[in-house]
């Protein structure tokens, strides 16, 4: 009885829609036909499929299905999913305070915000979660065991949780507001140069970036570094604002442009700003995207600050929310956005497909030239070009199979329960004493360490077998095979460098937190190095803006 209803409100819209059937317009007629057909093909599926139907996993399925055919930023967001969609728009949740995983098995807590309900209940970087509330966490997902987590601000949680592999503890703490920094990081470098790192535009981004700045400039700040690498974007008002805080009142900020007028806008700074002169060094990378691309590509199309690092991930597109029935929603792309200069920086064509049903991206001979006020050549169709490239840190595939596969994290958890603390931040290091007990103890782990490079042998030589005139190859495979087996024995040998640099990273994360893991970059990072150095150069930094 329940199904039939449930076919009946579907059927509802579909009657409705089916009154357009009778003008002329082509297009409400065929969505009136296909929902029709839908309908019917759902019912006839839900009255004689072999097996029982769930609805809303299979509505949901083809509802994904469909959206995903447009791009990756629409989507279908269920009334179970709303309380995780305002918290990526918010940057507000009621929970604990952790950042965990689901790592072997375990669900591990990551990392712990600072001064937070869970930092205050004495959990730890490392702890295994296995209850919440008296609920086994073994055979959920990530997804399930945040849901626990997370709940009313105020109320009370049990977690239980296993230390170090031996001890298990129980805690019972309160849930807070918790509010994800927009700013995780900020400093002064040198005695006159301020650096921020803006990590998310959520709500209050932009007073949270002009509160820094001033803090910034007290302390004696007379140039300014703002980081936004692996800033995925957040609210667009955000990115407006903050822009306004170094360009003058009345500038275009973005256009946006729709298919409808009422998604289409043009974005002003419309407050004083706050300072027009400090000279701004912009950090990004590939995973800068969307608000972040706004803020990098308005000062470099004004020249109001020098873009250092990697091009940008190139995202253009704007994104709002539509209430739909049942406290669901849809978020849905309704306009392109465009920077001062007049261009668009979205990198990927999702109307024009390949064969494989891949996005199409713009080639290079047929970008556009745009012009800077200071009429520098600025091109778009890919994210933003910095004006100084620094190539980006990579590490090898061994040493990223290694982090990876958890066992960096896990002995950097014994390392915290084996040192009472260490060095500041900035001064920690490794030992050769310590890294050879990280060698000794590896030796003492099952580490699969699979590689392309391996994979493509293997199918070589299955095809060298398969074909006469190549079988003669198949020794060779053989002994280039045992080369990439010696390259991966020796493997911390030969990566010790990188791999001390992982390990350091995880370990001061246990004794110093976020904030502990981007001070101990702040002298070794190159795009720092870059922006400190050009912005301590007037007369470098006059000449790269002004082409």
């Known amino acids: 009885m329940i199904k039939k209803i449930w076919v009946v409100a579907l059927l509802i819209p579909v009657l409705l829609l089916g009154l357009f059937s009778f003008s002329n317009d082509d297009k409400h007629f065929e969505m009136a036909k296909n929902l029709e057909i839908f309908a019917s093909l759902y019912s006839e599926v839900n009255k004689f499929y072999v097996d029982e139907v769930n609805p809303n996993t299979l509505l949901r399925t083809g509802i994904d299905a469909m959206l995903e055919k447009l791009d990756p930023y629409t989507v279908y967001i269920p009334e179970d999913d709303i309380e995780d969609f305002r918290t990526n728009a918010t940057g507000e949740y009621g929970g604990l305070g952790i950042q965990s995983n689901k790592i072997n098995e375990r669900h591990i807590v990551l990392n712990i915000y600072e001064n937070s309900p869970a930092m205050s ?41 296993l230390r170090n592999g031996k001890e298990k503890i129980r805690v019972t703490t309160t849930r807070e507001k918790i509010v994800i920094p927009n700013i995780s990081y900020s400093t002064l470098l040198g005695g006159s140069t301020g650096y921020l790192r803006l990590s998310e535009f959520t709500k209050d981004a932009a007073d949270d970036v002009k509160k820094t700045v001033l803090e910034l400039k007290d302390k004696g700040a007379e140039k300014l570094i703002i980081d936004l690498r692996e800033n995925p974007g957040g609210l667009l008002n955000e990115a407006v604002d903050i822009c306004n805080l170094f360009v003058p009142k009345g500038s275009k900020i973005v256009d ?97 497909r390949t064969a494989d049903g891949s996005a199409t991206k713009m080639a290079d001979s047929l970008k556009t030239e745009f012009r800077t006020t200071n009429n520098r050549v600025v091109y778009d169709g890919g994210g933003i070009d910095p004006d100084i490239y620094i190539a980006a840190k990579t590490h090898s595939s061994y040493a990223k199979n290694l982090s990876e596969s958890g066992l960096i994290f896990d002995y950097a958890t014994e390392f915290y329960y084996k040192h009472d603390s260490i060095s500041p931040p900035q001064e920690f290091r490794l030992s050769d004493e310590d890294y050879d007990a990280f060698v000794k103890w590896m030796s003492t782990k099952s580490f699969d360490n699979p590689s392309q490079v391996e994979s493509t042998l293997e199918l070589l030589k299955e095809a060298a077998n398969q074909d006469d005139v190549y079988t003669k190859l198949v020794d060779e495979i053989d002994n280039i095979t045992e080369s990439v087996e010696q390259i991966k024995s020796n493997g911390l040998v030969t990566f010790r460098s990188e791999i001390k640099d992982l390990l350091e990273k995880q370990i001061i994360l246990r004794y110093y937190y976020t904030s502990g893991q981007v001070e101990a970059a702040l002298n070794k990072d190159e795009e720092i190095k870059t922006a400190r150095k050009i912005l301590s150069e007037p007369e470098e930094y006059a000449a790269k803006l002004n082409g």
Do not use: W
Not at 128 to 142: F, H, K, Q, R
């Open 256 to 352: 946006t442009k729709g298919k409808i007028q009422a998604q289409s806008h043009s974005y002003v700074a419309k407050s004083e700003p706050l300072d027009l002169n400090i000279p701004i060094a912009v950090i990004i990378n590939n995973g800068s995207a969307s608000a972040s691309e706004i803020v990098s590509g308005v000062l470099q199309d004004y020249d109001r600050g020098v873009v250092i690092g990697q091009k940008s991930y190139g995202k253009g597109l704007v994104q709002v929310s539509r209430k739909l029935t049942f406290n669901s929603q849809l978020k849905v792309t309704t306009a392109k956005y465009y920077i001062p200069s007049g261009r668009c920086i979205q990198a990927l064509d999702y109307a024009q």
């Open 121 to 161: 209940a004495g959990l730890k970087i490392g702890d295994v979660i296995t209850e919440v509330d008296g609920v086994p966490l073994a055979n959920l997902s990530d997804e399930q065991a945040g849901k626990l987590m997370k709940g009313q601000s105020g109320s009370d949680i049990q977690v239980e949780v």
